[in-house]
């Protein structure tokens, strides 16, 4: 079985946690997210010692996505994800690179994620779950055997994501949260976008966004 490892790099203002994840065996990876500070992320490239195989875009907000174009350019990889919905949210990252002060360029992925496709990382293998809300193409990262999960910004320790940006659907989100991420089991660890790792089971019993009938 694929031990998987991860190594999470805080960038952009926005604090981002861009994750390198990769499969122990192979020492192939995927950057997840790599939504700027490019210089940082290669640097932890190199210190893990692992070839990227491919990125991976949780969604298409700019603190996630904004040097993905860049990146693939200077890997020479492809990119798979999010939904075909946040498409125009990843025309319009130069503009929002301009409004919040940092460079992002415009990206379209080499492949779109639907729910139920698998991306592959290595031998590891990631079941795609379309979880909107947060923003309309949001997609989620399991591994079942390995217990373990990429949400982006759809779930966070003690909270959920913000849907007050455009496309945001906060029934919608709770909906993917309590229908898809409650079910996939109470020891699923996962990374979130922001902020500290956490598991399913300590937020299906301690997030207060998910308790009662859950409307935000
Ligand atoms: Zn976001
Ligand atoms: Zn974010």
Redesign the pocket.
């Known amino acids: 079985m694929p031990d998987v490892r991860a190594a999470i790099i805080p960038v952009t203002p926005?604090q981002?946690n861009c994750t390198l994840l990769w499969c122990e065996k192979t020492k192939k990876a995927a950057v997840v997210d790599p939504g700027g500070d490019l210089d940082q992320i290669k640097q932890a490239i190199k210190q893990s010692g692992v070839t990227v195989e491919k990125i991976i875009l949780t969604h298409g907000?700019i603190?996630?996505a904004g040097g993905a174009a860049e990146l693939r350019e200077d890997l020479d990889v492809q990119i798979e994800g999010p939904h075909e919905a946040d498409r125009f949210l990843l025309d319009r990252l130069a503009e929002q690179g301009q409004a919040y002060g940092f460079p992002a360029r415009a990206v379209t992925p080499d492949r779109w994620l639907n729910e139920g496709d698998t991306v592959t990382v290595g031998d590891l293998v990631l079941d795609v779950l379309h979880c909107p809300g947060h923003s309309p193409g949001s997609v989620v990262l399991v591994s079942k055997d390995q217990r373990f999960a990429l949400v982006g910004?759809v779930l966070f320790q003690g909270s959920v994501g913000r849907t007050d940006l455009p496309g945001g659907d906060s029934k919608a989100l709770i909906r993917s949260i309590k229908d898809k991420l409650l079910l996939l089991g109470d020891d699923i660890t996962f990374i979130c976008?922001?902020g500290p790792m956490s598991t399913i089971g300590q937020e299906r019993q301690t997030n207060p966004f998910l308790q009662g009938d859950g409307m935000i």
């Open positions: 926005f981002q907000h603190d996630h910004d976008g922001h």
